[in-house]
């Protein structure tokens, strides 16, 4: 037996030196290792063997096996390459694109506003919610803003009935919260707001807002610059700077505008901030005392400031998107690309 | 707001480019938008805020730049007024009564009216210089006499307004309210009806102006005018609003009367206006300046504690600073002593009356951007509410798993489709004033919104989508509506690819109790027979289940409304470790012969009624129906694990269990086992 197995193998030694091509290596293979091989004739003795040499032929023949692969493996790998496309053993392409599992993606406005989340956690802000449909109240009248004001009317907020609105803004939040909790307060506040605004490519009548808001003693309005400092170098990059400008909102005083230095043209001027270089981000102050009148926080003993910002404008600005209707369309081919 | 950059400079000196003048300007609130030039002159493009009113006309913007960059503000001298009720008054006022009265019925929409009358004039073309500056800004030169009170308001801020005073019928001005009926066609010759709430100023006969609006095209003044009743007057700024609003007219008038006009300014911008009418047109103004006044104007006094200032700003400002800020905003001093000062606002700043007021005119002044950026604020740990967790995990989770997050309109159109509403029998809130009846009424569920997006896709290229939402429905209320929060999910998978999804998220929000399915019968939205109700300790979880046949897709996708807030209350975050398991399980295969009426559950409930203590699980496999399985039956097969925590279980009291097992379900159900 041992012979027969050894002769086998010096055959096999004999013809692959003959061979030249794959066709003649698959044809050899064929011969000593297909259904009717040399191997698979020995193995077919096995059943006429004594039991107790049975275990270690097949030892031999699993070892022959494996010898004639190896000799007939390296015998075409030793084939000139032009010889190799067809009926090549098959070879693993590694550069074949993997095979991906779907993965979905969170809306871009939820993406900004657990950014922004994310920030002020940082610096001890919890997150805080209220109502969209709400009491004229708490969109006005709690804020400080008078009972004749533009904003009020039909042209600026929608109404459901006489005193009951879709919030213009999240700053009812602030409200809503203070009246609940006694200062030191921190919070933000994300959530949909709603004005009567014509769709186009800048307006929508349903759009995102941050609000904040820091209540304790001792706040000053140069807290305020430090706070939002801070949002600014983290959320748009440690090189951006900071501007403010005095502006006005009955619900704070002093009031500003806070700009960032433009990041696309590094504030040299360019399209997206008309060429000044300052890109305005949010509006803030610190609360108007008639505003804490109205919760009934004593003005003199607690100082605070609140901040608001527009999702749909961050996130533009951050992706270079010029058009907010993409964010209500939903197209997959625009919601991949975040 | 729109200024000349030369106009600006006859009030104030600076020795500053129209770009360096804009950082300055919009340094303290006055941002200017933008600078055009314009032949030898710029125009600047300034937006002024709508408590600023003072800043629209060019003296009240130099008295900014005065603050901003310094020097002292040149005002262009008028005719002296003459003292009210001396003698040399009262003859001035005989003789003017000769050529006009004026009667102001009301007076809490029209506290001042003035005029004047000036005859003699020659109506042209105004002088270059004053188109050239009117061109600047935008406005067309008409005529002398008209581009002289279009210029006096765009110095002043105060609108003005000339009539022909031959076309004025009786030599009367009546300023009264509208009586129904009347109309007037204005200068810029549309007619207008007018309704009792409008203010108008009247001759003998009829309106003649559309008080702080607009004009009347029969009484303005042309090329054959010779004599003319120049009005500078105060008009409650609602009343103007509310009339330009009805009328549909917004002119340069209304935007400043609307926003609120010095009170004291008036008698200057008329005498002003008279003297460019004279310099400009020729003419002779009739001795006498008829002022129908009601009340004056009221000051207050104001104290600034410098303690305050410092508190708010963040800052040590000196006293003298502060001080000579607020002067150089003509506030006036009344009091000081070293911690404390007395101001007197000036007339044109309505909108400084508090403390807090005169803190932002010294913060802005001072320059925003000059006070420190402090990072004192006191640390403090943000807590994590439990919404925001379930809100994020359920979001991470979906998206894992290939889902994209949709976001869609709360407000949307009052279809049969979105007035689909699983929790509640009401209908959805109707917005009183919308802009569209695309976007009439709050919704009262998500998934019509979904069904939307997915056709969307479908007719943009893709046909097949998985995704959710997050957002509120909102369910009539008391006062306000319930604004329930739902998740939403809209997959082109089957029943059960979903139906595991959410069992999952349960898994992994730690929602211990069991969901259950139970038929629901609102067939609107789903298939028939295909649709569940879902409930959580027999609390309404939502409803899940294909689309119905009648949404018109290829193949319906699945459909999914569940109350976030149940699924935050149930989840539970807490984990305590359950030592693992030291004996091995034993695992038993079943399949059984059931009638197509049994369900799962029940086979489940049936099992767990025989409360075996060592059955750990019951998995199922599958339902099969098939050539061995007559009609109206089915097969279903699943496997039982049997594990104790004490010992290694025998083969004996499994079987044992098994066989109980067995009994149950064939004596409850009539499930017979199959042969394997």
Redesign the interface.
Known sequence: MQKKIEEAKRGLENEVKAITSLKEAELLKTKYLGRKGVVSDFMKMLPTLPIEQRAAFGQQLNALKGEITIILEERIASLPSEAAPKGKQELFDITLPGTQPFIGKKHPLTQTIDDIKEVFAGLGFDVAYGPEVELEYYNFDALNIPSDHPSRTDFDTFYIKNDVLLRSQTSTVQIRVMEKQKPPVRIIAPGRVYRPDTVDARHSFMFHQVEGLLVDEGVSFADLKGVLNQFIKTYFGQNVQMRLRPSFFPFTEPSAEVDISCSLCSGKGCCVCSYSGWVEILGAGMVDPNVFHAVHYDAEKYTGFAFGMGVERITMLKHGINDIRLFYENDMRFLSQF | MKISFNWLKEYVYFPLTPQELSVRL????L?V??IKQVEDDFCLEIEV????PDCLGAIGIARDTVAAVGGSLQIPAVTPAVEKGKAADKAALAEIAKWVTVSVEDTMLCPRYTAQIIQYVTIGPSPEWMQKRLKCIGLRPVNNVVDVTNYVMMETGQPLHAFDYDKIADKKIVVRRATIGEEIVTINGARRALFHDMLVIADGKKPVAVAGVMGGRDTEVTESTRRILLECALFE??QV?RTS?ALGIASDSSYRF?RGIDPEITEYASRRAANLIQSCAGGEAVNGFIDVRSGKHETKKITLRMERLN?????EIKKEVAVDILKRLHFRVLDETSHLIDFEAPSFRGDVY?E??L??EV??VYG??N???????????????K??TVE?DV?RL??????????????VDASVLQSINLWSDVSG???????RLE?SR?RTSLLPSLIN?KR??AN???ER???FEI??V?LAGE???Q?KTCLSILADTDFLTVKGMIEAILTHLGVHSKCESLPFSKPELFRDGRVAKLLLDGKILGYMGEGSSDLAFNVPPCLVELDMDLLVEKANFAKNYQALPQHPPVFRDLALLVDEEVAWASIEKAIAGTKVSFLKNINFFDVYRGKQIPAGKKSIAFNLCFQAQDRTLKNEEVDIAQTTIIDVLYKTLNAELRKQ
């Open positions: 919009t340094n303290v609130g941002v938008a933008d805020t709508s408590n600023r700024p609602r609003r609003r609307e508190k708010i700003i963040g800052v508090r807090i007021d803190i932002e913060a802005r925003y951007n006070i420190p950026t402090k990072t004192s604020v006191s640390i403090r740990g943000s807590v994590k509410n919404y925001e994020n979001r979906l998206t894992g798993v290939g889902f994209y997050e949709a976001k869609t309109f709360s407000i809130l109707d917005i009183s004033n919308p802009l976007e709050l997006v969307y896709n943009h290229g893709t989508v998985k995704m957002a509120k909102y006062k306000l509506p604004e």
